[in-house]
T-cell receptor
């Protein structure tokens, strides 16, 4: 069975600092990987996704993630965060089916 | 193009009451999903549908029923609400291109905050 572990429940960071949100998954077969963002009082929206090909995936708002098959990880990074990046971030895995499994989420707090 | 809309946005129920949450999408997506979001647990799939007239159980289906009579609508029903069903409910829809093997970007509604007293 597939599962997703987000290693940090909360990540505080100062504005303009770099940030990494960690995600590990477990699956016995090839998967598709996603990062979604949820701003306060809103639904989730897609940041980026990995389907195949290049292991470095670029998304919206300057975020990128790297797929590491040997470490079964899909960490999200941004070189310089803004106050507006304060949100909850969800890593998700789809094992080529109709159901996507979401991690528990990481709350990113960007401080001035 | 409204995307995915949910009705109502907020609701307070007493234990034992029933209600229906409505989800509508105008993107002609085949697949629709109902999730619940609880603190520290992420999103958990309640039920889903891969097309009009079809539904299937997800991870936490007990206490909920669903119907997909029209392609654009996906209803979630609570027959006898319990305090454990206090949560934020999200509907989502997706389009899975043929040959993609199931890789789907899900589009989410704004959520319904339900409190059961």
């Amino acid at each position: 069975a597939q599962s997703v572990t987000q290693l940090d429940s909360q990540v505080p960071v100062f504005e303009e600092a770099p940030v990494e949100l960690r995600c590990n998954y477990s699956s016995s077969v090839s998967v598709y990987l996603f990062w979604y963002v949820q701003y306060p009082n809103q639904g989730l929206q897609l940041l980026l996704k990995y389907l195949s090909g290049s292991t470095l995936v670029k998304g919206i708002n300057g975020f990128e993630a790297e797929f590491n098959k040997s470490q079964t990880s899909f960490h999200l990074r941004k070189p310089s965060v803004h106050i507006s990046d304060t949100a909850e971030y969800f890593c998700a895995v789809n094992q080529r089916g109709f159901k996507t499994i979401f991690g528990a989420g990481t709350r990113l707090f960007v401080k001035a | 193009n409204a995307g995915v809309t949910q009705t109502p946005k907020f609701r307070v129920l007493k234990t034992g009451q029933s209600m229906t949450l409505l989800c509508a999408q105008d993107m002609n997506h085949e697949y629709m999903y109902w999730y619940r979001q609880d603190p520290g647990m992420g999103l958990r799939l309640i039920h889903y549908s891969v097309g009009e007239g079809t539904t299937a159980k997800g991870e936490v289906p007990d206490g909920y029923n669903v119907s997909r009579l029209k392609k654009q609508n996906f209803l979630l029903g609570l027959e006898s609400a319990a305090p454990s069903q206090t949560s934020v409910y999200f509907c989502a829809s997706s389009y899975v291109p043929s040959g993609s093997g199931g890789a789907d970007t899900q589009y989410f509604g704004p959520g319904t905050r339900l409190t059961v007293l």
